[in-house]
Structures are given as structure tokens and as C-alpha cells.
């Protein structure tokens, strides 16, 4: 990542990593969390498990969420990135007005347009934005989105670059500040970090590094 940062002419703190323990086992997570800050689960179930036992660290959602589990990710999330509809927000929005504090989302966005993908199309979130932001129990803080499956380079950069330029032209119509970009994984988050990126989420690749230092 600091790499990266310096390639692109960033600095390392404007990028943070989101430590993606879903595989974990918990020794592996009590290990992670004396070397990073965020954590990343994709199931609310899960996350829920987990985010009292480790309550100082900041728990993010970031696999799918279905409308019957928000109020897990209410409760356990400081960051919920995958918001990828109206519905799933009002969800939210509305356990979020009774359980207390406003709850932190990002809106993931199919920018690559793959029909097995979920998200917002870039023209759905232009005309549901304003809409979406006048719910006072979400703070809506940026984009999050997954590059498409492939190995051309080009692709994934275009789709990165994407979710920026969607980012701008959103937050420069409506007003309304977008500091987030929830984009890279494992396989892809130096192109993600030339491209923008605020949060990666990495997970293989963490464990990889740790067994090797274990060996
Ligand atoms: C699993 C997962 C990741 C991490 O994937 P790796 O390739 O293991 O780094 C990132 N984002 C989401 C939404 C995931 O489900």
C-alpha cells in the first residue's frame, strides 16, 4: 500500500486498509488487531459474533446485507458498504433512527454494468441521491464498488476511475461531501489507490503476508 501511495504521488495516511477477517478463524482476528484498526466482515451474523468482543476496533459490513439483518448492522457496524439499493437505505435508515447515532454507509455502485452484479447503476444514484440523502439517521460518506473479474488491467482501472468521476459529478451537483472510495481487494488495490481509493479491503493477501512471517 505505501507503494502504491507513492506511485501515485499520495500520502500513506490517506488510504486506510480494511483488514478482511470473513475467513478467519478468531485467533487469526485477536492476532490482526494489534496491527490494524478496521476490520471488514461480510456477513452481519458474523459481525454481530464478533464486534463485542473486539469493541474497541472499528467493524465495517462489506458483503451483501439483506433487509432483515439491518439491525445487526446497525448495531455492529461503524461502516456499512454495501448499500445497494433504495429499499436496503430506507432500511437503515429507519432501524438507524431508533437505535441512536446516524449510521455510517457507503452506496456501492455497479460501475462496470455485469448483469451478476448488485449496486446502484451511476444513473440510478444521480436521480435516487437527493432522496437518499435527506434521510437524517445515515450519513451517506462515499462509494464503494468491486472491480469487474478479469485479468485485463484496463478494465479494472476504468471502473476504479469510474467510481471517482461518479463521486465528483455527485458530490459537485448535489453538494454534498463523498470523502470515501471503498474500492481494491487482494488482487487489485494498487491500481485502486492510483485510482483514488480511500479503504481497500484485503483479505487473502493479509494472511498470505502472515504465514509467511510465521514460517
Ligand atoms: C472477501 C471480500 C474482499 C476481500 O477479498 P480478497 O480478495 O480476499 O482480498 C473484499 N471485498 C468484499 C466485498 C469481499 O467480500
Same mark, same amino acid.
Not at 500500500?1 to 487469526?28: G, I, P
Not at 451483501?64 to 446497525?74: E, S
Not at 479494472?156 to 465528483?168: K, N, T, V, Y
Given at each position: ?8 504521488? &499520495? !500520502? ?5 486498509l480494511?483488514a478482511v477477517t470473513?475467513?478467519a #478463524?478468531?485467533?487469526w =482476528?485477536?492476532?490482526l488487531?494489534?496491527?490494524h ?11 454481530? *459474533?464478533?464486534? /463485542?468482543?473486539? /469493541? ?17 448492522? =446497525? &448495531? ?5 458498504? !454495501?448499500? #445497494?439499493?433504495?429499499?436496503?437505505? %430506507? ?7 431508533? $437505535? ?10 455497479? =460501475? @462496470?454494468? %455485469? +448483469? ?5 447503476? /451511476? +444513473? *440510478? ?13 445515515? @450519513? ?12 485485463? +488491467? ?13 463521486? #465528483?459529478?455527485? @458530490? ?7 470523502? %470515501? ?5 487482494s488482487?487489485?488495490? $494498487?491500481?485502486?489507490? +492510483? ?7 484485503i483479505g487473502s493477501r493479509l494472511f498470505q503476508g502472515l ?5
Amino acid at each position: 500500500m505505501d507503494a502504491a501511495c507513492q506511485t501515485a504521488d &499520495r !500520502s500513506t495516511d490517506s488510504v486506510r486498509l480494511v483488514a478482511v477477517t470473513k475467513y478467519a #478463524d478468531w485467533e487469526w =482476528v485477536q492476532a490482526l488487531s494489534a496491527h490494524h484498526q478496521v476490520f471488514g466482515e461480510n456477513r452481519p451474523q458474523q459481525l454481530s *459474533e464478533r464486534q /463485542p468482543l473486539l /469493541p474497541d476496533m472499528n467493524w465495517h459490513l462489506i458483503g451483501q446485507l439483506q433487509r432483515n439483518k439491518a439491525k445487526l448492522a =446497525v &448495531r455492529h457496524a461503524s461502516m456499512i458498504h !454495501s448499500v #445497494d439499493s433504495l429499499r436496503l437505505l %430506507e432500511r437503515v435508515a429507519d432501524v438507524a433512527a431508533l $437505535e441512536g447515532p446516524p449510521t455510517n454507509v457507503l452506496l456501492q455502485v455497479n =460501475v @462496470s454494468g %455485469e +448483469e451478476s452484479k448488485s449496486g446502484f447503476t /451511476p +444513473e *440510478e444514484l444521480q436521480t435516487l441521491f437527493s432522496q437518499m440523502t435527506a434521510r437524517q439517521s445515515v @450519513s451517506i460518506r462515499g462509494l464503494m464498488t468491486m472491480a469487474p473479474a478479469t485479468d485485463d +488491467e484496463s478494465l479494472i482501472r476504468s471502473s476504479f476511475a469510474g467510481l471517482r468521476q461518479l463521486r #465528483d459529478d455527485l @458530490s459537485n451537483s448535489h453538494g454534498h461531501a463523498l470523502p %470515501e472510495l471503498s474500492m481494491g481487494m487482494s488482487g487489485d488495490f $494498487e491500481i485502486a489507490i +492510483e485510482e483514488g481509493a480511500t479503504l481497500v479491503r484485503i483479505g487473502s493477501r493479509l494472511f498470505q503476508g502472515l504465514n509467511r512471517q510465521q514460517a
